[in-house]
């Protein structure tokens, strides 16, 4: 990837609905140019999917929480990964490498369907030895950008060589 992509990237992460036209206006690149850039780095798996950010308040999922889970053999997180993929509540699962083994994000209608939830859904599952709920009480920030990629105010200050 060079620096344009990466530009491009920031671009599409701050607004994903911008034209080709324009997304190649900002790089000095053509339209053509810059939907052949969007397939490679969509090829190569830089790009994923294009999707957008719905507020999860405003959507009607206001309760979030981080589970954190204790499994007895790393077998067992793995299988746990696979089962709570199929819930359309879990927004993230990690493995991470601390006492608690997996940790997951979810997004819940209420703090009674997340108690449901976790006490019908995860915490049945075979090799939990521990779990942890961790409801949010406010957040200040959530972000999808990478922050590591020129935002918009970067653009045309390319450092010298």
Request: hydrophobic letters at 45%; a positive charge; proline letters at 4%.
């Amino acid at each position: 990837m060079d620096y344009i992509d990466h530009v491009l990237l920031g671009l599409i992460q701050t607004n994903g609905r911008g034209s080709y036209a324009s997304y190649g206006k900002r790089v000095g690149l053509s339209a053509t140019a810059m939907h052949d850039r969007l397939k490679k780095l969509a090829q190569a798996g830089v790009l994923k999917h294009w999707s957008a950010v719905v507020s999860a308040i405003a959507a009607g999922y206001p309760v979030l929480a981080f589970i954190r889970i204790k499994t007895d053999l790393p077998s067992s997180a793995r299988a746990l990964a696979g089962a709570v993929a199929a819930l359309p509540e879990v927004l993230e699962y990690h493995h991470t490498g601390s006492e608690w083994n997996c940790l997951i994000k979810v997004r819940a209608v209420s703090s009674e369907a997340l108690d449901t939830l976790v006490e019908e859904q995860i915490a049945p599952f075979p090799g939990i030895v521990r779990l942890l709920v961790e409801r949010v009480t406010a957040s200040s920030k959530e972000s999808h950008i990478l922050p590591t990629l020129p935002t918009a105010a970067t653009i045309g200050k390319r450092k010298s060589r």
